[in-house]
């Protein structure tokens, strides 16, 4: 088996379907498996597919499922998804074939969401990116009901490797950007890291006004806080580990984004001020999160 889809799943049987579906051809050919972890959904997933293995916890989390999913994998990688993410397989044969003969732990995929903006009664129309600028390409349709417009990295991840490391794992305290915090970890442990600039994955997003506009609740804005503070800890850490590389410029873009997210959604000051307290001065980063994360493999470990 080469390839292990994690895929965490909660009370959204209908959009893994959607899933499941996008990936039978790679299902069904024996290339890959899908290891779907129920996070104790109110209604157990029951659903069978070739190629699909569901394993059922206690409500724990995002974090918990795919640690889950690590423990329960087969593949010789591990790419983790979500459960509303549906794969356009057309074209993956190339990246199948890189795969098999991949010389690093880790290899990162810049993806490219593609934002319709609809009202909430207004069903989003599939179109394919234009290919002619780059020269591989997969695109991957994501059916959520809204997002955001986003450019960033995906990683696909060896499993021996990973298995050799039981320290690299999603923190579970978080709920929030723990997989940023997972794969800054992968990144500072891997012997050789790919940024492949030769494929682009593009997923689709649907923005509806009406579910993101507004103020955050207090509590809302509480919980956000927390994970942010968690997440901040961390990277200021991590980036006076790393001085000499592009983690000081990733931490003062991340420190800008998300402190403008909590001036924009209405927090309330002491949430500010508390936040502040750990991230210290913001000042204004243009670039890019995905290319800042992509120069920050490319300082860190040498590109192959």
């Known amino acids: 088996m080469l390839l292990s889809f994690i895929v965490p799943v909660y009370n959204n049987a209908s959009a893994f379907a959607e899933c499941v579906a996008s990936l039978r051809p790679l299902l069904s050919g024996g290339v890959a498996e899908i290891v779907a972890v129920d996070d104790g959904s109110l209604q157990p997933l029951a659903m069978t597919a070739e190629g699909l293995r569901i394993v059922r916890i206690e409500h724990r989390g995002a974090a918990a499922a795919r640690n889950t999913g690590i423990d329960n994998a087969i593949g010789e990688f591990l790419w983790f998804v979500d459960a509303d993410d549906a794969v356009d397989t057309e ?67 060896r499993r021996s490797w990973l298995a050799e490391h039981t320290e690299l794992r999603y923190p579970e305290e978080m709920s929030l ?35 993101t506009a507004g103020a955050w609740s207090v509590r809302r804005s509480a919980l956000f ?6 997440f901040f800890t961390f990277l200021k850490d991590y980036a006076d580990r790393h001085t000499d590389s592009a983690v000081p410029q990733f931490y003062v873009r ?51």
Request: proline residues 8%; contains cysteine.
């Open 91 to 157: 074209g993956i044969g190339a990246l199948i074939d890189d795969l098999k003969a991949m010389p690093a732990d880790v290899s990162f995929f810049h993806i490219g969401d593609i934002v319709a903006q609809n009202s909430p009664d207004e069903v989003a129309q599939p179109c394919r990116p234009d290919a002619s600028a780059t020269r591989r390409y997969n695109p991957i349709m994501l059916v959520r009901p809204h997002g955001s417009i986003a450019d960033h990295t995906t990683n696909i991840i």
């Open 177 to 211: 950007l723990e997989d940023t915090v997972f794969s800054l970890r992968v990144v500072e442990a891997a012997s050789g890291c790919l940024c492949n600039d030769t494929y682009r994955f593009y997923r689709r997003r649907t923005y509806h006004p009406s579910l």
């Open 225 to 230: 806080t927390t994970d942010i503070c968690l």
């Open 254 to 304: 991340m420190r800008y984004v998300y402190l403008r997210v909590m001036a924009v959604k209405g927090c309330p000051w002491t949430d500010l001020e508390r936040t502040m307290s750990v991230v210290g001065p913001v000042h204004r980063c243009p670039m890019p999160v995905y290319r800042l994360f992509a120069c920050l493999c490319r300082t860190l470990r040498p590109k192959r």
